[in-house]
């Protein structure tokens, strides 16, 4: 998946378990799940939309919620991706044996996406919102007083 869907995704494992150690395991598993169901992944790109999804999140819930972690753990595994990103690796868009997590050095496969494009953003879109959703992220800013 892409970032932001692993970031909503992860938001909303984190509204239904309160413990924030445990909701930030949590996304980390499904930052699992998410790579390897078939997906259509987007790139460094999106990196913007993670960071916005990241603040919007902290901004709902904020940065010690269980949403939160559970959003942190979800993209976390991703980390991994920057070193090459930032070297420019020609390899940076394939399995590495230097990654740690099993769907990023090959030892599980990431799932693909051999339907329309289209159909491949839809769902990412789909997952995006129906996670913020889940998550009690997305409608009006919660009054903190
Ligand atoms: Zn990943």
Redo the contacts with the bound molecule.
Sequence with gaps: ?T?SV?AALGAAIGRFIPNKPLAFVAGVAS?FA??VVPHHDMGPGETPLVFATMARIAQQHGLNSPQFWGALGGIC??FE?IPAELKKDPRRHEPMDEKL?P??NGRVA?GGWSWPEGWGIAMQVALFLGGLYLAGTLGKPKQND
């Design positions: 998946m970032g692993h930052h998410g790579d595994p991703d991706h997590f769907t990023h990431h």
